[in-house]
């Protein structure tokens, strides 16, 4: 068994890992919530933390959800304020942000924890978020390229790709005015 500096073996450090069952997640303003664990939710806390500092900087998350399907942050009133009312948030997308700056709605799925935002996907959303006089704003959000691989065939035309592992690009699939410019 291998052991690291302070005595601890690489097998139990990760087994604590294990053992962690949320964390908090801080969305600016002050606003905290907790989240699971999971590798799936990680993706989701870097969407909180690395997408909309970079694409939504200042944008209210209006909500939230992590793998386990648990709502961890849902502001019904402010989606209601926007011309929305949601009954099931079992089809919503894992992360909405409204970017005021720009007056934008992001619907961001993280996968695989959701299906990408393939046509299928747009339509629903579209029908969903259709109250909304914001421009609507489609990403699919993966950890990595090779995660994104399997998936990139069926993206909708239209749409934005990003990956956690390069935080600082998106991939625009023909929608010239998508998401820029910033």
């Keep these: 068994m291998a052991l690291r500096p302070n005595g601890q073996a690489l097998a139990q450090r990760y087994l604590q890992v294990c053992h962690m069952q949320r964390f908090p997640l801080s969305a600016g303003s002050g606003l905290t919530f907790d989240i699971s664990a999971g590798v799936q939710d990680g993706l989701v806390k870097d969407i909180i933390n690395e997408f909309c500092s970079r694409f939504t900087p200042g944008g209210i998350p209006i909500y939230v959800t992590d793998n386990n399907k648990k709502r961890t942050w849902f502001d019904t009133g402010y989606l209601q304020s926007l011309g929305v009312v949601v009954e099931e948030h079992g089809r919503m997308p894992n992360v909405v ?70 935080p600082d690009h998106l991939i625009h699939f023909n929608g010239e005015r998508l998401a820029g410019p910033y």
């Design 97 to 166: 942000v409204h970017f005021t700056k720009m007056d934008r709605i992001f619907l961001i799925e993280a996968v695989p924890s959701h299906a990408p935002v393939n046509p299928k996907r747009l339509t629903e959303l579209r029908s969903m978020f259709a109250g909304i006089k914001a421009r609507l704003v489609f990403v699919t959000a993966f950890l990595d390229r090779r995660g994104a691989s399997n998936y990139l065939g069926g993206i909708a035309w239209g749409t934005a790709v990003w990956l956690a592992d390069a």
